[in-house]
């Protein structure tokens, strides 16, 4: 962003301030000022104050490491509000603490309002007049997630799915031994479909597969009929053929989309691709990673991919399911994310066939030209670092009905067996060939036709690809894969009024209208991940001794001559850091600040209650008395005070939870009136 794009942008966002808000920021920064004020005037006086080299050092100079993480955070998060910056941290910290930290920030005009987007958002955005020097010195990866750079030996992962899993999956699936709906999930979830996945956790098994595949029926990859599965090869093919870490990524996203970890949004898949992406970036750095690091990385990445995660506890079940983070390590608890390298298979073929026909692999039996026609020809019969398959009659018979060749088998077996194959198989693979050649079975349309329309099926030239052959004179097989084709050619031609075919006609992938293979995102063009990148090996901001100029800015306040009470007014704006220059210290123009009542000032209490219910901007931090005589803290939205004399109640909103409760005033010790925003 060129300096006059920022000065432009800086001076829109000070527009956005309301005129009481706007006025109590200029006068802290810019001393006495008279009323009425002229708002370009001094948007120009706080703009030559902000781009001034020696007021920007003494800005730096006051942020501390607290501040740099929740910059840092708000800058990884892109516009957040300020209820999404503080929700980053909440049940690690204080939320009151948390939130006046960011309203600080706020005044201190660190981060100002958005520009342009509208009364239903009010984001929170870098100061940009200051934004290159945050970059370059204060924002920083570790400030948010302040990982450890060592590896525990001890991380154990879930094996996760992965394409073994998926094979053998669409294997049963191709082999007709699943059938639809609930009656396959049951045989998914049998002893004799989980032993042969050994390498796999039994309970683990239960979630993975039945999720694989809900996975394969919503990819098309199978279409579930009314008793059968049938299988689209090319889509299976498809997904076998796609490189590790998009098969992964694929699997994450619909796996995601199964649990319903998110909630709905447009454009989904393309939004939880974008998720994952995110975490696989931040996670290659920041690989161990505590419970609220975990989730402020999940959160961050559903921020940055406009998406809302429904339960925390829920998405970090998934990710140690599917294998991206570790279990627990160590009595902290640390879990480990798994760093994933994509790299292509280069290890060539370890494909075994044995005498009894059992097809043996280790690594994956891909043929030269991308095919993978394992799932076709065999049987699985064991999953493992070693998986097991079994050529016999029927799975080489279901791999002749789903269009496999002889030539393509052939082909198939001795490029990934790297050797030709044994006669005796060559010929009994051929024999199959000649008992399945032997008898054809013709799935198509009968049609009984006159003397008029049979002259017209055997005459036309267009219509004969259509027709599978003639029973009868006047009896006629037709395609059902192209039916309308041949009706529309035999309505033109010959003015027939057809008829609809007599019978139930069963489903079938070719016509049930199959939609386009979908999209698996890529990390181009997410300019988050450009972001991380540049401040990845930033270092964290360390603590460090009080700015010498901090003294010099005490006494000028002591040396001036004001009251108690303004005094320490500029005290308390001096260490909240609001006060950075001498030349703001001039005599006030009014109290600002918190204002209190405590213990037995009655009246004190209903005057700030009162004044909190009438303000849109002021929000109350109260010390509710319990039963043991201890107090707790809670910060809320005053929205009405019921009663009348001293019997009163206080109708409040509990913040963060957004909760309505009823709060007796006798219970009340303190009351603070707080700065909700600026």
């Keep these: ?140 990866f570790q400030a948010v997630f302040p990982f450890s750079s060592t590896i525990p030996d001890s991380a154990v992962y879930q094996h996760g799915p992965d394409i073994r899993m998926l094979r053998a999956l669409i294997c049963m699936h191709a082999q007709g031994r699943l059938q639809p709906g609930e009656k396959g999930l049951r045989t998914l979830r049998s002893n004799a479909v989980l032993a042969m996945f050994s390498a796999w956790d039994e309970h683990e098994l239960t979630i993975l597969l039945p999720l694989l595949n809900h996975m394969l029926v919503r990819l098309s990859v199978i279409h579930e009929a009314q008793r059968e599965t049938l299988l689209n090869v090319r889509r299976s093919e498809w997904i076998l053929a796609q490189p590790p870490q998009n098969l992964l990524l694929l699997m994450l996203i619909e796996g995601a989309i199964d649990q319903q970890l998110f909630s709905q949004t447009m454009n989904q898949r393309q939004s939880i691709g974008d998720f994952f992406l995110l975490f696989q970036e931040i996670t290659s750095t920041c690989r161990v990673v505590s419970k609220w690091d975990l989730q402020r990385i999940c959160y961050i990445c559903a921020a940055r991919s406009s998406l809302t995660i429904k339960r925390n506890q829920e998405m970090v079940a998934f990710l140690e399911l599917m294998g991206q983070v570790s279990h627990p390590v160590g009595p902290s608890g640390v879990r480990v994310a798994k760093l994933f390298l994509p790299s292509e298979n280069t290890a060539a073929s370890s494909v075994t066939i044995d ?24 049987m699985v019969r064991k999953v493992d670092t070693v998986c ?182 500029l005290l308390a704006k001096l260490s909240r850091k609001l006060i950075v220059s001498p030349s703001q210290i001039v005599k006030s123009q009014g109290r600002s600040g918190t204002v209190v009542a405590s213990g037995f000032d009655f009246q004190g209490k209903i005057n700030l209650i009162k004044a909190a219910v009438a303000s849109t901007n002021d929000i109350l931090e109260i010390h509710l008395v319990d ?38 005033i006798d219970r009340i010790f303190l009351v603070r009136k707080l700065r909700r925003s600026i």
């Design 388 to 569: 097991n398959y079994e050529l016999t009659k029927e799975s080489f018979r279901h791999a002749l009905d789903l269009g496999c060749s002889m030539v393509d088998i052939e082909k198939y077996l001795e490029e990934v067996t790297t050797h030709p194959i044994a006669q005796a198989l060559k010929g009994l693979l051929s024999q199959w060939v000649q008992e399945f050649n032997s008898i054809r079975i013709f799935d198509g349309i009968t049609v009984f036709a006159n003397e008029r329309v049979s002259r017209l099926i055997d005459g036309l030239p267009a219509i004969q690809e259509h027709k599978i052959t003639c029973i009868a004179a006047g009896i006629y097989l037709m395609s059902r894969k192209t039916e309308t084709q041949w009706r529309t050619i035999l309505s033109d031609a010959g003015t027939v009024l057809l008829p609809h075919s007599v019978g139930e006609e069963h489903p079938s992938l070719e016509n049930s209208g199959e939609s386009a293979l979908p999209t698996i995102p890529t990390a181009l063009g997410n300019p988050i991940l450009e972001r991380i990148k540049s401040i990845r090996l930033i270092p964290k901001l360390s603590e460090k001794e009080p700015p010498p100029f901090l003294d010099e800015l005490r006494k000028k306040i002591h040396s001036l001559h004001v009251n108690k009470h303004e005094e320490e007014d």
């Design 355 to 378: 005498t009894d026909f059992t097809i043996s692999y280790t690594n994956e039996p891909i043929s030269a030209n991308g095919k993978d026609l394992l799932h076709l020809i065999a």
């Design 1 to 140: 962003m060129s300096g006059k794009d920022a000065e432009s942008l800086w001076e829109k966002s000070l527009g956005c301030l309301h005129d009481d808000v706007y006025f109590q920021v200029a006068r802290n920064y810019l001393g006495t000022i008279t009323t009425p004020f002229h708002k370009p005037q001094l948007n120009r006086q706080l703009t030559t104050l902000f781009s001034n080299e020696n007021f920007i050092e003494r800005v730096m100079a006051f942020i501390s490491p607290w501040d740099a993480t929740l910059i840092s955070a708000a800058w990884l998060l892109g516009n957040p509000t300020q209820d999404e910056l503080c929700a980053l941290f909440t049940g690690e910290m204080d939320y009151l603490h948390v939130h006046q930290s960011v309203v600080n920030l706020e005044e201190r005009l660190l981060l100002v309002p958005v520009v342009d987007l509208g009364p239903s958002r009010k984001a929170l955005m870098i100061n940009p007049l200051l934004i290159k020097r945050l970059q370059d010195r204060v924002i920083s």
């Design 627 to 664: 039963d043991e005589g201890g107090t707790r803290a809670i910060l809320v939205e005053a929205n009405e005070l019921i009663g009348t004399n001293r019997d009163f109640n206080l109708r409040v909103t509990l913040l963060p939870e957004r909760e309505e409760k009823i709060l007796s």
